[in-house]
């Protein structure tokens, strides 16, 4: 199936070439419209490793995207967004086709009906969005643009106008689709495997649904939203145990299944203005249905919350947010993570000779504390603060930027600087860095070595 698809692919993007180096706008007698563009991007990853100090490139890329569009004077539309790419991603051969998006629009006056594959992001922050619940993300995905993480969902949203300053929107999904987690390239010890998940979980009892009252006001625009359903999210569930007893110290080993969990979420959002800045601001109580305390993969409750800003003064763009959450139920973890490169027999042995000890229980909560650092619940608060800055030079043809995120609380500290440059009309250059950096033992410590890097994309729109 794949050679047809990018024949036709080839086909449609040589004859959007003819017509306009642009997008392809087509509109026929009856007042119908269709549109065609995309791109082509190569690029790579390159950092110095660390075991050897010699250069390599883990992750290199050449993607192809299409983006269709077509639309009626009968309030009938459809969109199609199609990726493929090709190369490694963390040394690994990578060839995949996605359908990223398609789905069909309906509507009247007041309301709008959308089926099919979906992005949805909820939330108004730049960089932590609380309430998004809808759509999960690819975090294994190396690509100079961050949205190109942003996965699909099969769902149905309908979207009801009462009036010009509200809306209402109901959103089903009947299937679970898990975000592609950053566990795969973590070193682990030889004694605990992780399994693959399924990329969509189509078993009974898998639905999801949210609810979102929307009003827009005179210079304040604010929402409610609701969530029931699965998490993006899912947590990492202990489902094998064996003890190995042939030596000296019994040696536990461990397996480990991708696993969803359900709850509820609660949130708000606003946005306003005052002066020349843009204020925003969310937060979402989340509640899982399973407690923590006897599943190991379900996080605690709790509360995140965000609020930010931007100030645009000429040729330059601030945005600053702070972030933060508190986490109730909390109790401190009972074990240390099994995300260690090495087993401490001399630790384990100690830990038999304390009375009552169980191995099984020992090793789900050593699952529980990897869970509970990967969701940042190894502490009752947290505290974020993130600045990006940004400038248009020489025409918009050179557009330097750098975005930094540390966590207070943790201080996992996230530096991104990237220069672009637009040579001409449709050609972009980026080069740039991602640089993670964390305290021994941190979420930043265990995946720096595969996450630092130094990025080079050439991309080419029509």
Request: with cysteine.
């Amino acid at each position: 199936m794949r050679f047809p698809v990018l024949i036709i692919s080839s086909l449609i993007f040589f004859d959007a070439y003819l017509y306009s180096q642009d997008s392809l706008s087509i509109r026929d007698q009856s007042g119908n419209s269709k549109i065609i563009n995309g791109f082509v991007r190569g690029g790579f990853y390159s950092w110095t490793d660390s075991k050897d100090n010699k250069l390599n490139v883990p992750s290199a890329f050449s993607d192809l995207g299409l983006r269709l569009e077509t639309g009626t004077i009968h309030n009938f539309s459809a969109f199609a967004d199609l990726r493929f790419r090709y190369g490694t991603e963390f040394s690994k051969a990578v060839s995949r086709f996605d359908l990223r998006e398609a789905y069909l629009t309906v509507g009247g006056e007041r309301w709008k009906l959308a089926v099919g594959q979906k992005i949805i992001k909820w939330g108004r922050c730049d960089f932590t969005n609380p309430t998004s619940k809808l759509s999960p993300q690819n975090m294994l995905s190396r690509s100079p643009d961050k949205e190109d993480m942003d996965m699909g969902n099969l769902l149905a949203e309908a979207s009801y106008y009462p009036w010009s300053a509200m809306k209402v929107t109901a959103i089903v999904m009947p299937y679970y689709r898990p975000s592609v987690l950053i566990t795969e390239p973590i070193p682990l010890p030889a004694n605990v495997t992780i399994s693959q998940p399924a990329t969509l979980f189509t078993g009974s009892g898998m639905l999801s649904f949210a609810l979102k009252t929307e009003f827009r006001l005179d210079r304040f625009d604010w929402s409610l939203s609701w969530f029931e359903g699965y998490d993006p999210l899912p947590g990492i569930a202990l489902t094998a145990f064996t003890v190995d007893t042939t030596k000296l110290i019994p040696v536990p080993h461990i397996g480990l299944d991708i696993k969803p969990y359900k709850l509820h979420m609660a949130g708000m959002d606003f946005e306003t203005t005052a002066g020349p800045f843009g204020i925003r601001g969310e937060a979402a109580l989340t509640i899982p249905f399973l407690p923590s305390k006897t599943n190991e993969y379900v996080p605690l409750p709790e509360l995140k919350y965000a609020a930010g800003l931007d100030w645009a003064p000429g040729i330059w763009r601030f945005t600053g947010e702070y972030s933060g959450k508190y986490v109730f139920d909390f109790t401190q973890a009972l074990a240390g993570s099994f995300a260690e490169t090495r087993i401490d027999y001399e630790a384990l042995a100690a830990l038999f000779t304390t009375p009552g000890f169980d191995l099984h229980e020992y090793a789900r909560q050593q699952v529980s504390s990897f869970n509970r650092l990967y969701n940042y619940q190894l502490k009752r608060s947290y505290h974020s603060a993130g600045l990006r800055a940004e400038a248009e030079l020489a025409n918009g043809k050179l557009l330097p930027s750098v975005f930094t995120m540390v966590n207070l609380t943790t201080r996992d500290l996230l530096i991104m600087p990237e220069l672009k440059v637009k040579p001409s009309d449709g050609l972009t250059i980026s080069l740039g860095a991602e640089i993670y950096s964390g305290r021994s033992g941190s979420l930043y410590d265990l995946i720096d070595d595969f996450m630092d890097g130094v990025f080079l994309s050439l991309r080419a729109d029509f």
